[in-house]
């Protein structure tokens, strides 16, 4: 079936330090790929999303390039913020619109002033 | 824009009892909402897909018995946890996609069972 592996549990870094969390996928087709941010207490939030091959997500300057021939979508950011704490997600859907999402595992992003 | 609003945020029950919880999207249509719980340990399952006017579609080890849905119209759903146990804690999600793919969440409702 569909999956998506996210192979950073944690990471720690500085303000103004580079980021990348690695998402790759497994589905048939060209499944829509999301970024989800979700703070404590609080449900997950539509970072961006996109639906074609080479097609780039950004918002909040995080940025991800759906890359079907390496099956990824990668997270990065230039210069995070300690305000950029919290944990992210990768998900995708599958054929149709429904709200129905495969998410990875999440990746809890620590940012030290 | 668009927006999911969950209620209620919290919620504590007493073991055996039933809770429902309700998901309203406001600025656009809710053809389908789909319900997940999300783990202490952080992973999302996927309870049902609900969509107006359709069956809902359960998934495995979630059925209409402990966790009926009701989905009357685009804006609104609601869902009944039945005879909650401490198994069934965590922060129940709903999510709805809008025309252009995107999937938004309300902020859930969290469960406590005691």
């Known amino acids: 079936g569909d999956s998506v592996t996210q192979t950073e549990g944690q990471v720690a870094l500085s303000e103004e330090d580079f980021l990348t969390i690695h998402c790759n996928y497994s589905a048939s087709g060209y499944p829509t790929l999301f970024w989800y941010v979700q703070y404590p207490g609080e449900g997950p939030q539509l970072l961006f999303r996109a639906s074609r091959d080479k097609e780039k997500g950004s918002s909040r300057g995080f940025e991800a390039t759906y890359d079907k021939g390496t099956t990824s979508f990668h997270l990065r950011k230039a210069s995070v913020q300690e305000s950029d704490s919290a944990v992210y997600y990768c998900a995708l859907s599958g054929a149709g619109n429904t709200g129905k999402l495969i998410f990875g595992l999440g990746t809890t992003l620590q940012v030290q002033p | 824009g668009a927006l999911v609003y969950q209620y209620p945020r919290r919620t504590i029950c007493k073991s055996g009892t039933s809770m429902r919880m309700e998901c309203q999207a406001v600025?656009?249509?809710?053809?389908?909402v789909a319900w997940y719980r999300q783990s202490p340990q952080k992973t999302f399952e996927l309870i049902a897909l609900s969509t107006v006017n359709s069956a809902i579609k359960y998934e495995q080890n979630f059925t209409q018995e402990k966790f009926p849905i009701s989905h009357p119209n685009l804006s609104f759903s609601s869902m009944t946890v039945l005879n909650a146990y401490l198994e069934d804690r965590g922060l129940y999600l709903c999510g709805a996609p809008t025309g252009n793919t995107e999937v938004f969440f309300g902020k859930g409702t969290r469960l406590t069972v005691v």
């Open positions: 600025g656009f249509q809710a053809t389908s």
